[in-house]
Structures are given as C-alpha cells and as structure tokens.
C-alpha cells in the first residue's frame, strides 16, 4: 500500500512555533505547538535568541512524527513572524539575538527615513515604523558596530530557519516588501535607502522569484534533528500575513479580511503598484505568497491586547466581556478610546494613548465592558477606512482568526463596520498557507490550480442590524475625543 503523502508546514510566530502536517489540498492532519521567550532587556527592546526557536521547531516536529500516522512529508513550507532581524555569520550561527517587529529601539532611525527624497520615500510603499528591519539594522550600525562586523547576513526571521534546512541564503519578495529597504517599483532592493541608511549591502542575502520557489533541499543535519528524510524540496516560504491569506484562500483582487488577534489586521487584495506609488501612505503594501500578487494592509495595535488590558483591570472574564456586546448602545454611555500603546493604521502615532470618557455615576460595569468593545471596533472602523479603495459598502468581510468567534461581538462589529461578515474555519491560516507552499514545491499543486485548492467555504456570520444609525452617532463622538488626545 502507498504511503500518504504529507507535507510539513512550519509557523514561526513571536512567542511560539506552530507545525503542521497537511495533505496537498492544505487540509490540517496533525499539528504540535511550542513555546519560546521575547526577552526585554531595556524598556522598548524586544529579542529572541534564535537558537530557541529551532529547538522548539524540532520538538514540535518530533512530535508529530509521533502522532500523525500519516506518513512523511515530501516537501516543506515556512510562515514566519515579520519584520524582524537575525544577524549571522557565514556559517549561519547568530552574532547576537533576534531584534524583533514589536522592538521600538530604533524610533530615532526614522529620521533617516524622513530626510529622504519625498520620491524615495515613495519606492518604499510603507509608512514609516521603528520595528521594521531597516530601522532596526541602522540601529545595529550605529550602536553595535563591531557586532555587525562579524556579521555576514542580516536576514528575517523565517529565512533564518530556511537557511538551517537548505544550508543556503535568501530572501523572498513577501518579507523583504515589509523591511522598508524593498523597492516597490523595481521589486528589489532599495541601493539608495540602504546607502542612506549605513547598511552594508552585503548583509542583504539575493531575493528568491516568490515564496512557492523551491530555495533549496533538506540537508542532511537538518534532517536528523528533525526526524525526517534528508533531501526534500524546502519552499522559501513566505511573512505570516501573506501565508494566512494563502491559507483562507484570499487570494482575489478586492476581497478583503479582517483578523483581531493581539493587534487588528485588515488585507485587501490589490493590483500591482504602478510608477507613481502613494507618497507618505498610512496602510501597508507588500508582495503576497503568489508569484504575482500583492495585499495592502491596514494594521491597528488596539485589538486583544487592549481588550486582554480591560479584561484584567476590571476583573471579568473573556465570556462576560463578550456577551456585554449584546446590550444596546446608549447616547450617554462613556466613550472609550483604546489606543493605549500608540497606534499605527492611520494615526502613525506612537505616543497616542487612550480614554474613558464621559463617565457618570449611573455607568455600570457592563457599560465600560460594552464600550471597550465598541472603541476597539471604532478603531477596526477607522483602519478599514484607510485601506485604499475596494468594493461597495455591502461586500462581506472575511473574518478569520480566534478573536473574532463570539457570535454578539460579530454582530457589533457589522453594525460598526456596516458590512456583512462571512467566517471561514481553519486551525491555522499561516500554518496552512506555509502548507500549500510546500505543496506547490514539492510539485504537488500546480500553481494554476491553487485558486481552486485554496479555497475555502466561508458562511454569513452576521449582517447590519437596527444599531447601526446610533453606532454611526457614536463613532463621530469617538473621533471628537481621539482628536483631542492626538493634539501635540
């Protein structure tokens, strides 16, 4: 009898690894998660050293060799937390920890940026953010010289690990488009920003064609860590966001999808940038995990983490919180503003915090949990909006994502939004995009055929209803108070 065959699909997020074993339609076999630590050493800094992260993927992959029963993979995919940079050497070993996306050392760096040529600035179709992996290598020049001496390659996180699997150095267009070194026009390497910025050139490994591309087999180290056989096709694999796009099958131009998880994601799929790109743009443009498409993205910091804040601080549980959306709005209810860590998608303000406001003496508990909920959809609200543009009002949003599955918060956020929403139901977007990757090197999937492979059902979840006038109302008080806190 044939032995199945499976592909391995690894999923490098910021505080853990999840890998998964998928058939060649990306259906989810067998799955195993492990942990590692962000470390903080100074207020704003936040790094990983790189070697927690290959021991975590290497237990996890024994474990599902344990588990799976479903025989060995034929091919590997790679998803991986964005941004970030790894310094090595020739050989591959790290000079010094990961810096991370989350990291704010480098806020200063952006003056660099900001010198530049109004056109240059351009090229680069992103909004300026300090935990971006230019900023962060002039940082390192500047600061840590003789440590970026010793350093051969400066590379994302996730073509790290592709580097211990292949032996070989690389990039690919979805990670590097979000490194604020990445032309957007001649879909390479930005000499002038990198010039600009101090950074050695060489540091920057070649750029593979797309995140299918086979960059290399399994080496025969790599293997034996793991468990696998050697000699496998190992996919470049591609940024996390442009992976869980892969993975729900966002892949048409227009379509758009919204996630809430420890931040707020909103993609849309859009045509490629043309010779005059957006000067000073608020949401994000990069290349997605196709060998042609691209995504903006808007991209809000206040979602579960602010709510996680609320959750703690008034002592409720996840469920309480949630079932608070049930109630009706009222004119006089406070008005929370929940920009508590800055906010990125369309503020671009770091120093922007939040607020209850309006507070009275017949407010309950209920009502602060119920306007925690409705200031983070307003926020979701005003990042939607900035998005360049796409369908009409009426066009479903894809909800995707763990923090988006009580049936009475999605209710509130159609009435915010004023769009219906559609749920697909995968484990792990990423994971299963990281999947499909390797699927398609592997030979598995052809890539014309990958529309259709990855496809998934997506079902109403919930429309418009009667609050959405009165939201309406509510949400421009909302932007009266959040205009008073951006004021210098």
Not at 10 to 21: E, F, N
Not at 159 to 164: A, P, Y
Not at 275 to 295: C, F, I
Not at 343 to 365: C, F, K, M, Q, V
Request: glycine share 10%.
């Amino acid at each position: 009898m044939t032995e199945p065959q499976t592909l391995l699909g690894i999923d490098l997020g910021t505080s853990s690894v999840k890998v998964v074993l998928t058939d060649a339609t990306g259906t989810i076999l067998d799955q195993a998660t492990e942990s590692y630590t962000v470390d903080r050493p100074q207020p704003g800094w936040a790094e990983t050293d790189p070697h927690a992260w290959w021991l975590a993927i290497t237990h996890a992959v024994q474990r599902l060799n344990g588990g799976a029963g479903a025989g060995r993979p034929v091919g590997i995919g790679l998803s991986g937390q964005m941004h970030g940079v790894v310094l090595c050497d020739d050989h591959g070993a790290p000079v010094r920890p990961a810096v991370l996306w989350c990291d704010a050392r480098a806020e200063p760096q952006l003056e660099l940026y900001r010198s530049l040529p109004a056109h240059v600035r351009a090229r680069l179709g992103n909004p300026l953010a300090a935990g971006m992996a230019g900023p962060e290598l002039a940082w390192l020049h500047q600061h840590e010289p003789q440590v970026v001496e010793t350093a051969r390659w400066a590379l994302q996180p996730k073509d790290w690990i592709r580097s211990l699997l292949t032996g070989r150095y690389a990039a690919e267009p979805s990670d590097a488009s979000a490194t604020l070194l990445y032309d957007v026009i001649a879909q390479d390497w930005d000499e002038v920003v990198v010039s600009a910025l101090g950074i050695r050139r060489e540091l920057l490994a070649p750029i593979l064609t797309d995140a299918a591309a086979t960059a290399g087999s399994l080496i025969e180290e790599a293997a034996d860590q793991l468990g696998i056989a050697a000699g496998i096709p190992v996919a470049a694999g591609a940024a996390d966001t442009a992976a869980a796009a892969l993975g729900t099958g966002l892949l048409a131009p227009g379509r758009t999808q919204l996630t809430i998880g420890t931040g707020v994601q909103i993609v849309r799929i859009v045509m490629p940038p043309d010779s005059s790109p957006v000067r000073d743009p608020v949401t994000h443009l990069y290349r997605d995990a196709t060998p042609t498409g691209w995504y903006a993205m808007a991209a809000s910091l206040s979602g579960g983490q602010t709510l996680d804040w609320v959750r703690a601080v008034l002592g409720t549980s996840w469920a309480e919180l949630y079932a608070s959306a049930n109630r009706e709005p009222r004119r006089d209810d406070p008005i929370f503003v929940p920009h508590l860590v800055g906010e990125r998608t369309p503020y671009l303000n770091s120093g922007l915090r939040g607020s209850w406001t309006g507070l009275g003496a017949g407010h309950d508990r209920t009502a602060l949990l119920y306007s925690a909920l409705e200031g983070v959809a307003f926020a979701t609200c005003d990042a939607l909006r900035a998005l360049p543009a796409g369908p009409e009002p009426q066009t479903a949003l894809i909800l995707a994502g763990g923090g988006t599955t009580s049936p009475a918060w999605r209710s509130l956020l159609a009435d915010v939004l004023n769009r219906p929403l559609d749920a697909v139901q995968v484990p792990s977007a990423s994971a299963r995009g990281a999947g499909l990757l390797a699927a398609q090197a592997a030979g598995l999937v052809d890539r014309n055929d990958l529309p259709a492979v990855a496809q998934l059902a997506a079902n109403r979840v919930a429309e418009p209803g009667r609050r959405a006038d009165l939201l309406h109302e509510r949400w421009d008080s909302y932007r009266r108070v959040l205009s008073r806190l951006a004021s210098p």
